[in-house]
Structure formats: C-alpha cells, structure tokens
C-alpha cells in the first residue's frame, strides 16, 4: 500500500480524513477502477478554429474518489472542463453525467444535472459580498434551509468571519474556500476543479487539497482535479490521468504515477 | 437669497428627473456594458403613446400604466432582436447599433404622431407653492415627480439587494460565465434588466414632459446627455450613484444658469464629464475595482 502512506502526509491535515481512505485505496490497486463511474467523457474532442486543444479524451471520475487530469500548460486542460460543461461545445465525443447523456445540454442546466464546475482563476464574483456568493450557488435550488449555509462556514470559518465582506478583499486561499463551498451548496455529483493551486503558496495549496481530500472521504464527493502542480495533486488524488497536447498519454493509479520516474520527468515536470 | 432657493429646488428637480433617466442607463450598463443611445429615443415613444390616450380622454394615470408596460414590452423586445446579436462582440458594435435604433425609434415616431410640437399635461398643479407674497419654484406636480424618482431608486435598491431575481440578475452582470456555471438564467436575467430600464426611462419620459409642458419627437435628446453625465458622475455601475449623480448634476446647471447664463449649461455638462473622467473614472459611488486590461 505505498499509496496510502502518499495520501496519509497531506490528509492528516484535515484531522480524520486518512480514516476512511484506506479501503477506497484498496480498490484501485492494479489501476482498474471499481467504484462505478459517476462522470465518463467518450472520445471527446474539441477545437478552437484550427487549434486542435482536446483530441479523443476518454476518462472518469468514479464516485467517492479524486481523479486528478495532470498536465503542462497548455495540455487542454481547462478545455477539458469546459467541454464537459457546455461552455465549450465538442467537435466529437460524449459526455455521460450519472447516466444521463449531456453532451448538448445547456451550460445553465448542468448544474440542476449534479455537475458543479469551479473555473479557473477560481470564479468569485468579487461585486459581491461572500454570502451573496454562496447565495447565488444555490438559488437554482429555491429556498435552502440555512443549517446548509452555516455547515459551509463551519467547514471553512476563515470566510465565516467575512460573510458579509464583498469577495474582492479576499486572499486565493479565502477565495478557493470560497468557491468550494459555493459548489458544495450545489450539492453535486462531481465536482471539478481546475487548478485550485494556481497562485497559491505550498502551505494553502496543502491546506485547499487536504480539504477536498476530507470532504471526499466524509461526504462521499466525487472529484475531478485538473493541476499542473502535480506533486501536490497525486498526493491526493486516488487515480491520474495524463494529458499531452490535448490527448491522453496514461491512466493510472495516482500512487503508481506519483513512483513512476521516466513519465514524471517526461509529463509532469517534478 | 430668493433666487438662491428657487434655483436649488429648480436644480433639485431637474436633477431627479436625470437621475432617472441615469437609472437607465445604469440598469443596462450593469448587466450588458453597453450605453442605450436608444433610450431618449425609447422613452419619447413610449411617452407618445400615452399622449395619444390622454388626448383621446384617459386619465394621465391610464396613460402613464401603459407608458410604463410599452415599455416593459419595448425594452424586452428590444434586447432580445436587436442587442443579443450584438452581445459579446466587439463593444462598438452594440454602440452602432443602439445609435441606428435611435435614429429608427425617432423616425418612427415621426411617422406615427407627427414632428409637431403637443402640449402635454401635467397630471397635479405646476403652479408653485407661495410663501407670503413669492412662489417658489416648487409645486404639487415637482412633488409628484420627486416622489416618483425616490420610489423608483428604494424599489430597484430592494430589489437588487433583497430579493433572489435581484441577486441573480447582479450574478450575471458581474460574472456572466460562472452565473451560467451556477444555473442562474443569464439571458433571461439581461432580457429582465433591459425592460426594467426601458419601463424606469419610459417613467423620466413621462415626467419630463409633465416638466416641460410640451413634447416632440426629439424632446429627449438633450436627457441622454445629461442622464449620461449624470451616470458617470455617481459611477455607471451604481444606482445610488446615479441619483447622487443626477441630483448633484441637476443642482450645479440649476446654478450655472441663474448666476452664470442659459448658454453655458452644455459646456457646464461637459465639464463635469471631463473632470469626472480625469480625476475619478470610476464615479462618486463606484463599487466595482479598475478592470486590469
Ligand atoms: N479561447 C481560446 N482560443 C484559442 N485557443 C485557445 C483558447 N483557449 C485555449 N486555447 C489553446 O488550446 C490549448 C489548450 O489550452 P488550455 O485548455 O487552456 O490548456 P491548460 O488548461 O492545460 O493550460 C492551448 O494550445 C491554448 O493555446
Ligand atoms: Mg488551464
């Protein structure tokens, strides 16, 4: 089980969050995965003019685990993401959500499908105050009973202080905070992330991943990570997946990526 | 010391009539960041109209229920045929186009009602109140017409701030793309934002030309600049901002043509845009931070 000492670093920042991950780990031992999938992408491909950014991408984001898309700049990440929620329309391919095939759905209703996506550069709506932000995550689903707000600022009390603080004088880490827990009021199948790290220090970045890591194993989220820093991302990840100018060079388990020296000096830059 | 009164309720008045038609302007920058060139334009026709029903015999208030829904249609419509083509391409473009529908509305309006001057009246007295042996420039209709500014800048305010079409509608005038993210109905919310402004500019229509005592087809034009001037005073992306702005404005042209001269008042507004745009580009009341480039 070397992967479980990989994930056991970051995790314990989270207090309990190790527990519960060591039988989940279990299961995707060999790099086949057995917890059903939530999210499967089929062969997508997606263009801007004639820039080919993503080309017969093929994964999924399994439930209760995190699978992390690794990557340099550039790789298609971010088009990943934003060809799996509509902002960016596919030139081929599939998107299947819990079964249901939302390819063509509109960007507006994917959210009310499970899908919860925090863009790059996070996404706070700095006009407004944080609890407008949050506010706004979940006014799709009509009245929500407050105990839900206030589990967010449990969770994240560095922006329970600044509740009615407008967004802007946030720090990234307060933002990404921020941003989370405005997906999690979604209540969503899978989230994803995309590049939760950028323009964080080590410390936060630890902090951000080992609270993804914990809402996981406690609240059985399901989690699609896109990351250049990738260090940090498969030591919380459960699987990884590789992507090279806009394909998929390799799927595995994170653990096994993380020990595997040619690929990381090749792709992943560490 | 008369004088000094009458022309600061004069310029009290003027100024909420701009801060309405600033509202305006506000409204539809904040969701689309585009200045309607149309809405002078919008609100003469939409006051024509109402014209028309007063003189064929309904109250000033049937007139003014149906000036404010044709509005509600007009900038409706107007948004979804003729500016949703326009969005999220270069800026100048929705300039150009909002510059032709002024043109157009102005035209059509000559061809409906005619380009002949009609009085129009006001729907309470414009004789001022007396204090001893003087009038003053106030007068029940003025009162009417603070009123009704002061109404519509506390019920848009609540409506921004305490209800859940008011939040969505700023989610998608500050973060088009995560609004859309998080489920929030954008296009419906720019439509919405439109035919409220369309229906708060139809409102300064109809009160300028209680004001005023006579409309033409063009008796809006020198309103946009002044509701312009007025917006990016208080900041164009505030609407308190755009009644302090207005108010402010109202006042200081009330004062430039009694002590200084009729003529000035123009080059007066232009000043203040000037200075404005030197000194404090973002407005008195600015809430958003310079966008870097
Ligand atoms: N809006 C765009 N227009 C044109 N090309 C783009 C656009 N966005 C990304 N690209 C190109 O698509 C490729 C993938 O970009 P992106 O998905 O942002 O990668 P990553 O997130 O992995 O850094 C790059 O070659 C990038 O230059
Ligand atoms: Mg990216």
Redesign the interface.
């Known amino acids: 089980m070397a992967d479980a000492g990989a994930h056991g670093s970051t995790a314990s920042g989270a207090g309990a969050a190790g527990l519960t991950r060591g039988a989940a780990a279990g299961g995707v031992a060999g790099g086949t995965a057995t917890a059903p999938a939530v999210l499967q992408v089929e062969g997508l491909s997606a263009a801007y003019g004639p820039v080919r950014a993503l080309q017969d991408v093929t994964l999924q984001a399994e439930h209760g685990r995190i699978t992390a898309v690794l990557g340099a700049n550039g790789a298609g990440k971010t088009t990943l993401l934003r060809t799996i ?1 509509g ?1 960016v329309r596919p030139t081929a391919g599939r998107v299947v959500l819990g079964g249901e095939d939302v390819t063509r759905a509109p ?6 499908k499970g899908m ?2 925090v ?1 790059e550069g996070r ?6 105050t944080v609890d ?1 932000n949050l ?3 979940s ?2 689903r009509g009245k929500v009973p407050s105990e839900e707000f206030e589990r967010v600022y449990t969770f994240f009390p560095r922006i329970a202080e600044r509740r009615n603080q ?1 967004a ?1 004088t946030l720090s990234g880490g307060e933002r990404q905070m921020l941003v989370i827990g ?1 997906a999690l009021l ?1 209540r969503p199948k899978v989230l994803l992330l995309d590049e939760p790290s950028l323009g964080l220090a080590p410390r936060i970045v630890a902090q951000i991943f080992a609270m993804v890591r914990h809402l996981v194993d406690t609240e059985g989220l399901s989690v699609l990570l896109v990351e250049q820093n990738a260090r940090s991302a498969l030591s919380v990840a459960d699987t990884g997946v590789v992507l090279n100018l806009g394909r998929v060079v390799v799927t595995d388990d994170a653990a096994r990526l993380a020990g595997d020296e040619d690929l990381r000096h090749a792709y992943l830059g560490f | 010391m008369r004088e000094f009164i009458n022309l600061t309720l004069g310029g009290v008045i003027t100024g909420a009539v701009y801060a309405a038609f600033a509202l305006a302007l506000v409204l539809i920058w904040r969701s689309t960041r585009i200045v309607n060139f149309a809405q002078g334009a919008m609100a003469a026709i939409t006051t024509f109209i109402a014209l028309s029903l007063i003189e064929s015999g309904q109250s000033y208030w049937v007139g003014l229920a149906v000036a404010l829904l044709a509005g509600l249609v007009l900038g409706a419509v107007v948004e979804r045929l003729v500016i949703r083509p326009v969005e999220g391409g270069p800026e100048l473009n929705a300039v150009i186009v909002t510059l032709g529908l002024f043109i157009a509305i102005q035209a059509l309006i000559s061809v409906l009602f005619g380009v002949n001057q009609r009085a129009f009246v006001a729907p309470f007295s414009t004789i001022g109140f007396r204090v001893g042996d003087s009038s003053l420039a106030l007068s029940p209709n003025t009162l009417f017409t603070l009123g009704a500014v002061l109404l519509v800048m506390v019920g848009l305010t609540a409506l921004f701030r305490y209800t ?1 079409v008011g ?2 509608m ?2 998608s005038a ?2 088009q ?10 296009g419906r919310m720019l439509t919405l934002g439109w035919a409220l402004a369309a229906v708060v500019g139809s409102l300064a229509g109809m009160l300028i030309a209680a004001e005023v005592t006579f409309v033409t087809p063009t008796y809006m034009d020198a309103l946009i600049v002044f509701g312009f001037v007025a917006a990016v005073l208080g900041g164009l ?1 505030s609407p308190v901002g755009a009644v302090v702005g207005g108010l402010l404005l109202g006042l200081l042209l009330s004062y430039v043509r009694g002590y200084v001269g009729d003529e000035l008042v123009g080059l007066a507004a232009l000043a203040v845009l000037v200075v404005v745009l030197l000194v404090r580009p973002g407005g008195l009341f600015s ?3 310079t966008r870097r480039a």
């Open positions: 929620s902002l960007v507006e209703a994917m959210v009310t919860a996506h863009p996404g706070v709506i700095a006009e407004l407008e506010r706004v995550g006014l799709f407008t802007h405005r979604a | 859940r939040l969505a700023r989610a500050f973060g793309e995560v609004a859309r993210l998080l489920g929030v109905r954008v992306d809430t958003t931070q």
